[in-house]
């Protein structure tokens, strides 16, 4: 079968020139290309136009770094099942949840036929989170625990029903769909670049650069124009700068919960020593605003690069210092190890994506296998792969990234500081305006902190973008969490859930 | 002396609260809160009224009053160093031990009434962790008696009773054992985390959820009695090693539980639930190791 392949740095691809193959190819070769670990699904949505309903697929290739396009169609009001692609690759049960639960799309054999976050303009109106279907088992032993629907900590809206006997957690079943803003439908319904930029930054909060770049690297494919070296540089900073914010944080986070005080207040300390940096240079403690398309508002100058540099610096020393004492501190390794695990192959199988998959042994990573920017020119990444998949991999694999990024905004920032000690800015301001490719789709593949963020805009023949898909890497992930506490304690949920920290904004759009 | 006793009761469990903050916040480099913030919190709490689910019955209403009332009793027949406890009669030990069991029983039973899921859980842990602390506390108060030949705390304590040098090492080991039922008993780190929010991991805490104002103050005001009963048994029987004196008991009390659990909640994470069992089964037994070995010394002292 025919997939159109492009990579992560090409322009945009023309509608026309997407492969538009029949079901049963698609369904054959997407099945065989899937059993093999290289290949995974960042995206799969549909798309209706006129009355055609067409889907579009980007397939991964993580060794060789393509991607590839393929799509199907069917009439909008045809009501034929579809065989469905996740009875083989459970990996795929989000994106055909979505599609059924958008357009009514009937997928047979499908083994978790539920709603996935109740967009206001579902096919079923009848489907609501009252009558939402929850996993039962039944016997004299079983209690059910319900947690939520909001989360005690950070207030955001999550229904997770355990089914324990006594304290073990048998099944954990994880709703969300509560905080669908129709984020997608807003990207649609304005024409105006710079709302849309705002919108991106939104997504998830605490992946605010990573969605900003991953949607103004849709948007720059479209306009197919070059940009400065300097801007791609800028990017990654501020978006490694993200990554170790929240991997120190979560560090914290995980401390709080086994009730270390230290490493708490020292993380947090930490955390907020890198999120004031973000906004020394940019006015905004999650770096909202930093990214726009094709320029900046807030370019670098010498005195904040090294204002930033001596920071990270002080930060990655620090860090350091706590990851250290965690590492070697017998209680905590008690508490965080053989703990939550999820082995290679389920992680493999549920296509679970970022930081995750790599403690389990998965080395998924966009900055490896599909870079981008400067990771793409200056920068070459080796991902860090732990192989327990428990909640001290997690914890180690974010220890190991946030040195990492440390040491690439030091490298990036010495690159900065030798080429413009002296001189003007070179990045330019942001062009809102710039003419977009008629009837094409581009695609922006970012390793965001928590894993791969996908945003896929398409455009109308009049250039304009008339549609938006996210995928956020907590899509994939929250099933991951519900495996990992399979047979725990209950009293572990805390901790393997931290040990994830996915989000309920970016699932729920 | 009676009065002074039952005031020093009173100030040990009136400052523990605020010197383990104090320890915590400084270990965290922070200033910490005001030293008798709790007690502004507990008048708030006083002054509140009380909002019950409509699904619970009387005897949700009356377990925080049973709490207090049996810690209070409990804590009546502590003596502080050599001064003489309110209340004391032959077999108070027994009686102390079993006034607070009462206490936890009353409060199970409540956490039950409400129903939710949380707290039955927590009112299952409650339940298994105190029927595994009370061989421990039990084969303690066991040791002393056997030392002394008494069984109320007021003989026990008196420095006429006390036996000779040969027993230090036993009175040392049970204060251990002693030192560590105040972690259990009042729900600190590694057994129970009493600050955490996570309803999941909680022991004691998740029992009282549905509990404010007046009745939660009650609850809270048990659970300091309860920790300072704990630490002055743990003090009385350091201090009965080397000098059992009234102006060495109650700060000893204070200092043990204060530095000790504000030093292991700032360096150490909690246990994982399960493992709890395995550390109170260890504490329990030490305590019968020491039980064995004030036995064992008394058997050679009667051959001799």
Same mark, same amino acid.
């Given at each position: 079968?025919n997939?159109?392949?492009?990579?992560?740095?090409?322009?945009?691809?023309?509608?026309?020139?997407? =492969?538009?193959?029949?079901?049963?190819?698609?369904?054959?070769?997407?099945?065989?290309?899937?059993?093999d670990?290289?290949?995974?699904?960042?995206?799969?949505?549909?798309?209706?136009?006129?009355?055609?309903?067409?889907?579009?697929?980007?397939?991964?290739?993580?060794n060789?770094?393509?991607?590839?396009?393929a799509?199907?169609?069917?009439?909008?009001?045809?009501?034929?099942?579809?065989?469905?692609?996740?009875?083989?690759?459970?990996?795929?049960?989000p994106?055909?949840?979505?599609?059924?639960?958008?357009?009514?799309?009937?997928?047979?054999?499908?083994?978790?036929?539920?709603p996935?976050?109740?967009?206001?303009?579902?096919f079923d109106?009848?489907?609501?989170?009252?009558?939402?279907?929850?996993?039962?088992?039944?016997?004299?032993?079983?209690?059910?625990?319900?947690?939520?629907?909001?989360?005690?900590?950070?207030?955001?809206?999550g229904?997770?029903?355990?089914?324990?006997?006594?304290?073990?957690?048998?099944?954990?079943?994880?709703?969300?769909?509560?905080?669908?803003?129709?984020?997608?439908?807003?990207?649609e319904?304005?024409d105006?670049?710079?709302?849309?930029?705002?919108?991106?930054?939104?997504v998830?909060?605490?992946?605010?650069?990573?969605?900003?770049t991953?949607?103004?690297?849709?948007?720059?494919?479209?306009?197919?124009?070059?940009?400065?070296a300097?801007?791609?540089?800028?990017?990654?900073?501020?978006l490694?700068?993200?990554?170790?914010?929240?991997?120190?944080?979560?560090?914290?986070?995980?401390?709080?919960?086994?009730?270390?005080?230290?490493?708490?207040?020292?993380?947090e300390?930490?955390r907020?020593?890198?999120?004031?940096?973000?906004?020394?240079?940019?006015g905004?403690?999650?770096?909202?605003?930093?990214?726009?398309?094709?320029?900046?508002?807030?370019?670098?100058?010498?005195?904040?690069?090294r204002?930033?540099?001596? !920071?990270?610096?002080?930060?990655?020393?620090r860090?350091?210092?706590?990851?250290?004492?965690?590492?070697?501190? =017998?209680?905590?390794?008690?508490?965080?190890?053989q703990?939550?695990?999820?082995?290679?192959?389920?992680?493999?199988?549920?296509?679970?994506?970022?930081?995750?998959?790599?403690?389990?042994?998965?080395?998924?990573?966009?900055?490896?296998?599909h870079?981008?920017?400067?990771?793409?020119?200056?920068?070459?990444h080796?991902?860090?792969?732990?192989?327990?998949?428990?909640?001290?991999a997690?914890?180690?694999?974010?220890?190991?990234?946030?040195?990492?990024?440390?040491?690439?905004?030091?490298?990036?920032?010495?690159?900065?500081?030798?080429?413009?000690?002296?001189?003007?800015?070179?990045?330019?301001?942001?062009?809102?305006?710039?003419?977009?490719?008629?009837?094409?789709?581009?695609?922006?593949?970012?390793?965001?902190?928590?894993?791969?963020?996908?945003?896929?805009?398409v455009?109308?023949?009049?250039?304009?973008?008339?549609?938006v898909?996210?995928?956020?890497?907590?899509?994939? !992930?929250?099933?991951?969490?519900?495996?990992?506490?399979?047979?725990?304690?209950?009293?572990?949920?805390?901790?393997?859930?931290k040990?994830?920290?996915?989000?309920?904004c970016?699932?729920?759009? | 002396?009676?009065?002074?006793?039952?005031?020093?009761?009173l100030a040990?469990a009136?400052?523990?609260?605020?010197l383990?903050?104090?320890?915590?916040?400084? +270990?965290?480099?922070?200033?910490?809160i005001?030293?008798?913030?709790?007690?502004?919190?507990?008048?708030?709490?006083?002054?509140?009224?009380?909002?019950?689910?409509?699904?619970?019955?009387?005897?949700?209403?009356?377990?925080p009053?049973?709490?207090?009332?049996?810690?209070?009793?409990?804590?009546?027949?502590?003596?502080?160093?050599?001064?003489?406890?309110?209340?004391? /009669?032959?077999?108070?030990?027994?009686?102390?031990?079993?006034?607070?069991?009462?206490?936890? /029983?009353?409060?199970?039973?409540?956490?039950?009434?409400?129903?939710?899921?949380?707290?039955?859980?927590?009112?299952?842990?409650e339940?298994?962790?105190?029927?595994?602390?009370?061989?421990?506390?039990?084969?303690?108060?066991?040791? +002393?008696?056997?030392?002394?030949?008494?069984t109320?705390f007021?003989?026990? /304590?008196?420095?006429?009773?006390?036996?000779?040098?040969?027993f230090?090492?036993?009175?040392?080991?049970?204060?251990?054992?002693?030192?560590?039922i105040?972690?259990?008993?009042?729900?600190?780190?590694?057994?129970?985390?009493p600050r955490?929010?996570l309803?999941? &991991?909680m022991?004691?805490?998740?029992?009282?959820?549905?509990?404010?104002g007046?009745?939660?103050?009650?609850?809270?005001?048990?659970?300091w009695?309860?920790?300072?009963?704990?630490?002055l048994?743990?003090a009385?029987?350091?201090a009965?090693?080397?000098? +059992?004196r009234?102006?060495?008991?109650?700060?000893?009390?204070?200092?043990? &539980?204060?530095?000790?659990v504000?030093?292991?909640?700032? &360096?150490?994470?909690?246990?994982?639930l399960?493992?709890?069992?395995?550390?109170?089964?260890t504490?329990?037994?030490?305590?019968?190791?020491?039980?064995?070995?004030?036995?064992?010394?008394?058997?050679?002292?009667?051959?001799a």
């Amino acid at each position: 079968m025919n997939w159109l392949i492009t990579d992560n740095t090409a322009p945009a691809a023309a509608l026309g020139k997407i =492969p538009e193959v029949s079901y049963a190819d698609f369904y054959n070769d997407l099945a065989a290309k899937l059993a093999d670990v290289r290949y995974h699904v960042a995206h799969y949505f549909a798309l209706p136009s006129g009355d055609r309903l067409r889907f579009f697929c980007l397939l991964l290739d993580d060794n060789t770094g393509q991607v590839l396009l393929a799509s199907h169609a069917m009439g909008y009001h045809d009501e034929t099942a579809l065989p469905s692609l996740t009875a083989l690759h459970p990996a795929l049960h989000p994106f055909e949840r979505d599609i059924a639960e958008r357009y009514g799309v009937r997928f047979d054999s499908m083994p978790w036929p539920k709603p996935l976050r109740f967009p206001f303009d579902r096919f079923d109106r009848s489907s609501s989170m009252d009558n939402y279907p929850f996993y039962t088992m039944k016997g004299g032993s079983l209690h059910e625990v319900n947690v939520g629907p909001i989360h005690a900590g950070i207030i955001e809206p999550g229904a997770f029903r355990f089914i324990c006997n006594g304290e073990q957690v048998l099944h954990l079943e994880i709703a969300l769909g509560y905080q669908h803003r129709g984020i997608e439908h807003l990207f649609e319904h304005t024409d105006n670049l710079l709302r849309r930029m705002c919108l991106a930054e939104t997504v998830a909060g605490d992946s605010a650069v990573a969605h900003a770049t991953a949607f103004a690297e849709a948007v720059e494919k479209l306009t197919k124009r070059e940009r400065p070296a300097e801007l791609e540089r800028e990017r990654t900073v501020a978006l490694e700068l993200e990554r170790m914010a929240m991997q120190i944080a979560d560090t914290g986070a995980l401390s709080m919960d086994v009730g270390y005080q230290l490493g708490q207040v020292a993380c947090e300390a930490l955390r907020t020593l890198t999120i004031n940096t973000t906004q020394a240079w940019c006015g905004n403690r999650f770096g909202k605003g930093l990214v726009r398309p094709h320029g900046t508002d807030h370019p670098l100058t010498p005195e904040k690069a090294r204002m930033i540099r001596r !920071n990270v610096g002080e930060i990655a020393r620090r860090y350091a210092e706590v990851c250290r004492d965690i590492e070697s501190s =017998p209680t905590l390794l008690a508490r965080f190890e053989q703990c939550g695990i999820v082995p290679r192959e389920e992680m493999q199988r549920i296509g679970g994506v970022g930081q995750a998959a790599r403690a389990s042994g998965l080395a998924r990573d966009i900055r490896t296998s599909h870079p981008w920017a400067s990771f793409a020119k200056c920068l070459h990444h080796r991902s860090i792969v732990q192989q327990q998949g428990d909640v001290m991999a997690r914890l180690t694999e974010r220890c190991r990234e946030a040195a990492q990024s440390a040491g690439y905004i030091d490298r990036l920032l010495e690159l900065y500081e030798q080429k413009y000690a002296a001189g003007p800015t070179p990045c330019p301001a942001p062009d809102y305006t710039a003419a977009l490719a008629p009837s094409s789709l581009s695609f922006g593949l970012v390793e965001g902190w928590r894993g791969e963020t996908c945003h896929v805009a398409v455009t109308d023949p009049e250039g304009r973008i008339a549609a938006v898909r996210i995928k956020d890497p907590s899509l994939h !992930n929250w099933l991951a969490l519900a495996l990992a506490v399979r047979g725990e304690g209950i009293s572990d949920f805390p901790i393997c859930n931290k040990s994830f920290n996915l989000s309920y904004c970016g699932h729920d759009l | 002396m009676t009065l002074l006793n039952t005031f020093l009761l009173l100030a040990v469990a009136l400052a523990t609260p605020g010197l383990i903050n104090r320890i915590r916040a400084r +270990l965290a480099g922070r200033r910490g809160i005001r030293f008798m913030q709790h007690l502004y919190d507990l008048r708030l709490r006083l002054r509140k009224g009380a909002v019950y689910s409509s699904t619970t019955t009387a005897l949700f209403r009356t377990a925080p009053s049973v709490y207090l009332g049996a810690a209070i009793v409990a804590a009546l027949t502590i003596p502080v160093g050599d001064l003489r406890p309110l209340l004391a /009669f032959e077999g108070d030990l027994v009686c102390m031990a079993y006034t607070l069991a009462l206490g936890r /029983f009353a409060l199970i039973l409540a956490a039950m009434d409400t129903g939710s899921a949380f707290e039955g859980m927590g009112a299952s842990r409650e339940a298994l962790y105190g029927a595994l602390v009370e061989p421990a506390l039990m084969l303690a108060g066991g040791t +002393l008696a056997l030392l002394t030949g008494c069984t109320s705390f007021a003989r026990i /304590f008196d420095p006429a009773v006390m036996p000779g040098a040969q027993f230090v090492i036993v009175l040392l080991l049970t204060a251990y054992v002693l030192v560590k039922i105040v972690f259990t008993e009042s729900g600190r780190v590694p057994v129970d985390d009493p600050r955490t929010h996570l309803e999941l &991991t909680m022991i004691h805490e998740v029992m009282c959820l549905d509990y404010c104002g007046v009745d939660l103050a009650m609850i809270k005001m048990a659970g300091w009695l309860k920790t300072a009963l704990f630490s002055l048994l743990a003090a009385d029987t350091l201090a009965a090693a080397f000098c +059992l004196r009234w102006w060495i008991a109650a700060p000893l009390a204070l200092l043990l &539980t204060g530095v000790s659990v504000g030093v292991v909640e700032s &360096t150490q994470a909690r246990n994982k639930l399960v493992r709890n069992t395995t550390f109170i089964l260890t504490v329990a037994a030490l305590a019968a190791l020491a039980f064995f070995t004030a036995y064992l010394l008394q058997l050679n002292i009667g051959l001799a």
